[in-house]
């Protein structure tokens, strides 16, 4: 009845998971019992839960890869301090318990972390800034939100039910085969995956149709700012990426379920070719993270120099480069494969090409700033220790890019600290930064920026202190994922890092606490005028928060910096511009279709996973006659009168006159 | 643009007249403002297919890597009948032609003849299915299931994609039916079976490769 579940999956015997997820899920308890007490449920339902609204769902994106930062940062603490206890010594944590902690670590930082962080910011900002009302397909981009929270909540249940794998953030195979990780802990992995791996896809499609087809009237490729550039290249390289990631998860399925050859030891299969499949995805993977970061830094260097992006087609023409080379240097992640000196110097070569691209953007960046009128907030804190953070990464990048070095230096903690470098000093810096930026706009209110200034310098020092240390470590031959050692001139600088980890920590706390205080304090910190930054693209020529509708009336395009020529016309002209026309706006009507479609992914994944068949073809045919549901319906979008747009605009336009006045006072 | 030359480009018993045209035809370049529906929902979907090419051409590249990993087990040319392949190909092909017939039925809403021809391609992917699954249910009886080597299991996984995909197209053309039965021609329900076609084609350009790549060369190799 329920094919491979009992009550052994539960770790009773284990107390770290066990008491850990029983915390958690009393967390979780409590905060459902408050919502239902004080009545928020039916608001819940309505205006987040069933949303099809782009700004809505890329806020739940982004608390989503907040919620399991917090996840992943607390897996980190725990190897750092193994590792830092685990010399001459068993440590803490058993070695089957440690594996499913690195395992865990990655695949949460960048399946659950790293993407919805970026796919929920070019979700919000993205539509904003090309000037228009909504993503192409509102409802798709519902679906592929909650499917990526269905495999969150996958990857979290192993942490009771049963075990994660063990097989390290991408589960190479023969070690991923049935024959050697019998339990339930791979199944998750992949099968968490592939449901949040199509939510991926399918936003993926979504955003690049928006890009190439919806924008406003006037916004030619030549105009859009530099942040859609790079979404688009992102989210070009998601539509050509993870289909294979697809595929080739689909293959270590057939593999383990069915008793197919691909990648076993025996009857021909070729464990290599899983290497060199998951890297074709997961290179181009690296950049899909980096570039909407890279566009990001670009709109905050940019504003907070009082300047526009120095170089701006030189940016575009980075930016698409790198989207295309990012396919032709998959190898360099495994050149010991030992694919001979012809094909690895050529992709040696390649990795190093890719620098120059990115080189060209660190110093449009520079130049950006260069004679501007720079203010330092936060956001532009996070942009400046990015630049600094990520050339030294870049540059042991092109180290390990060297195939006679990438073969000692290979599977080492210096390859450890070298793609930490790139991942925090470059994606979660970004991520940071876009939060600080963009936050007033979602939000309409300020964030603390003392606090905020506070907890970016816990995580720069906090990210040098633990990770100089591996590097120096992997240069001393200490490998990755070791649960304990014996050699002396490892241990001290193990320790550095377990400080680096905890001043990181630090970093956490005080945004959390940022967090809360400028919430207390909104009122002081209220923000009218919808342009809190001085702003220069579209997405700041609305109020914050933005109507259901983003824009009364579309606006119309005459240059690359659209708003910045606006509030500079009616600034010299002392007044704003003729109040439009309002005309009605249809919007499309909320739907559960995402959040149900979800529902039944999670039980189909979860009956696969525990060969519960029942069940999973049950939640088949529930996905499907919800899809047949939603296709059924006869009214699929609302109207706004104009009256009603005509009485949002108007309050904002009110705003903006009066900061208007006060400018010429 | 003028009304006039608008009707011109579009006229509305067209093909291409999938929904509401703006009073401004844009196209989404830039100049005109967000593109109409009728052309954002096909692109969007054509986007879907590509992606989806691009996962065949993981499969296929999987092929042609473990085409030789026979472990010892029989090979291409000793295990495939293109008797059999055949006619699963004539099969597929008519069936895209009937779908294309359902294509301008749609345009002309003509609703015996829509689902006439619906009907035609959905029994002649049956057939196609049918012949696929009395092929895999022969070579697991003679011992060449895709557990025997890494090659059949490539050839299982590429093939056997391509039938779930069918299968998929079955069910969505079912759907569909029932949906120009209860919902007639409206301009949403059109632009879902601009999809669908566009679906049910590609899914044939991907069978002739497969008829290719893996039986025609297979075959004489």
Redesign the interface.
């Known amino acids: 009845m329920l094919g491979k579940l009992t009550w052994q999956a539960i770790p009773f015997d284990q107390p770290i998971p066990l008491y850990s997820a029983a915390a958690v899920g009393l967390m979780v308890m409590a905060v459902l019992v408050w919502v239902v007490v004080k009545g928020y449920v039916p608001y819940l339902w309505r205006e987040w839960i069933t949303s099809v609204d782009h700004k809505r769902i890329g806020v739940m994106y982004c608390v989503l890869a907040l919620l399991m930062l917090l996840r992943g940062f607390i897996d980190a603490l725990m190897m750092r301090s193994q590792q830092a206890v685990a010399f001459h010594a068993a440590g803490y944590l058993a070695p089957e318990h440690y594996n499913q902690i690195f395992s865990a670590h990655g695949t949460i930082m960048i399946f659950f972390v790293a993407m919805p962080f970026m796919i929920g910011l070019i979700n919000y900002v993205m539509p904003l800034q090309l000037g ?1 009302r909504d993503v ?2 509102p409802t798709l981009n519902s679906v592929g939100f909650w499917l990526t929270a269905a495999g969150a909540l996958l990857v979290n249940i192993s942490l009771v039910v049963g075990e994660f794998s063990r097989a390290g953030w991408l589960p190479y195979p023969p070690l991923s085969e049935l024959q050697y990780s019998p339990g339930v802990g791979i199944d998750y992995y992949l099968w968490a995956l592939q449901i949040s791996g199509v939510g991926t ?1 399918i936003s ?3 955003l ?2 928006t890009i ?10 030549g ?1 859009m700012p530099i942040f859609c550039w790079t979404a688009l290249a992102a989210n070009l390289l998601i ?6 990631l ?3 998860l ?2 270590l399925l ?2 383990r379920y ?5 990648f ?1 030891n ?5 464990p290599m ?1 899983f290497v060199n ?1 998951i890297w ?1 995805w997961g290179h181009p993977e690296v950049y899909i993270l980096i570039l909407p970061a890279f566009g990001a830094f670009s709109e905050v260097v940019s504003t907070f120099s009082g300047k526009p992006l120095f170089g701006y087609r030189s940016m575009v023409v980075a930016t698409m480069t790198i989207c295309v080379l990012s396919f032709m240097v998959w190898l360099h992640h495994f050149f010991t494969m030992g694919a001979g000196a012809d094909v690895n110097g050529f992709f040696g070569i390649m990795s190093m090409v890719i620098a120059v691209p990115t080189g060209v953007k660190v110093f449009n960046w520079l130049f950006t700033m260069y004679r501007g009128r720079v203010r330092f907030s936060a956001a532009m804190h996070w942009a400046v220790g990015f630049m600094v953070t990520f050339v030294i990464g870049g540059m042991t990048g092109v180290l390990v890019a060297v195939p006679p070095a990438d073969f000692v230096l290979h599977n080492s903690l210096f390859l450890v600290a070298h793609f930490h470098n790139m991942v925090i000093g470059g994606v979660l810096f970004g991520a940071f930064a876009a939060y600080e930026y963009w936050f007033p706009k979602a939000f309409g209110f300020k964030l603390d920026e003392r606090l905020g200034k506070a907890a970016f310098w816990c995580w720069f020092v906090g990210f040098y202190v633990a990770f100089i240390p591996l590097y120096a470590v992997g240069l001393l031959g200490m490998t990755r994922r070791l649960q304990h050692y014996d050699q002396p001139q490892w241990h001290p600088w193990l320790l550095v890092a377990e400080a680096g980890a905890l001043i990181i920590f630090c970093g956490i706390a005080l945004q959390a606490v940022q967090l809360f205080v400028s919430i207390r304090s909104r009122r002081r910190r209220v923000e009218v005028t919808g342009d809190a930054w001085d702003g220069r693209t579209l997405e700041w020529a609305t109020s914050s928060p933005p109507p259901l509708f983003n824009f009364a009336v ?1 606006p119309n395009v005459k240059g690359t910096e659209p708003y910045w020529g606006m509030k500079r016309k009616a600034i010299e002209a002392m007044q704003l511009s003729p109040e439009p026309t309002y005309e009605p706006i249809e919007v499309p009507r909320n739907t559960p279709t995402g959040f149900v479609t979800a529902f039944f992914a999670f039980f189909l994944g979860f009956a696969l996973i525990w060969h519960i068949w029942w069940l999973a073809g049950l939640a088949l045919i529930g996905a ?1 006659a919800t899809f ?1 549901v939603f ?2 319906r ?1 009214v ?1 979008e609302n109207v706004i009168s104009a009256d009603e747009v005509a009485h949002i605009d108007r309050s904002n336009r009110a705003a903006r006159a009066l900061a208007l006045s006060e400018i010429h006072a | 643009m003028s009304t006039s030359e608008i009707a011109l480009i579009r006229p509305s018993s067209s093909v291409l007249d999938l929904g509401s045209a703006p009073p401004r035809e844009a196209t989404g370049h830039g100049e005109g403002g967000p593109a109409p529906k009728s052309i954002v929902v096909g692109y969007g979907f054509w986007i879907f297919l590509l992606s989806d090419i691009v996962m065949f051409s993981a499969f296929f590249a999987t092929y042609a890597v473990l085409n030789g990993a026979t472990a010892g087990g029989p090979s291409a040319a000793q295990l495939f009948d293109l008797h059999n392949v055949q006619i699963e190909t004539a099969c597929l092909l008519l069936s895209s032609f009937t779908c294309g017939i359902a294509s301008l039925a749609v345009a002309q809403h003509y609703h015996r003849l829509t689902q006439l021809a619906l009907l035609a391609t959905g029994l002649l992917g049956l057939a196609f299915l049918a012949l696929e699954v009395h092929e895999f249910a022969g070579l697991v009886a003679q011992g060449a299931g895709p557990s025997r080597s890494a090659f059949l299991s490539s050839f299982f996984a590429l093939v056997g994609c391509h039938g779930v995909h069918v299968t998929a197209g079955l069910l969505w053309l079912g759907t569909m039916m029932a949906q120009f039965y209860a919902k007639g021609f409206r301009p949403d329900i059109r632009r879902r079976y601009l999809c669908f076609s566009l679906f049910w084609h590609t899914l044939d350009i991907i069978w002739v490769a497969i008829f290719t790549i893996v039986y025609l060369i297979g075959v004489h190799t």
């Open positions: 228009v192409a397909f896809l993926g499609i979504n690049v149709t190439l087809k919806t924008r406003a009237p006037g916004m030619r490729y105009r539509v050509a990426a993870f289909p294979i697809t595929a080739t689909a293959m057939l593999d069915l008793d197919f050859h691909f076993t025996e009857a021909g299969g070729n070719m499949l074709a579309l499907y047949v296709a059924w006869d699929a």
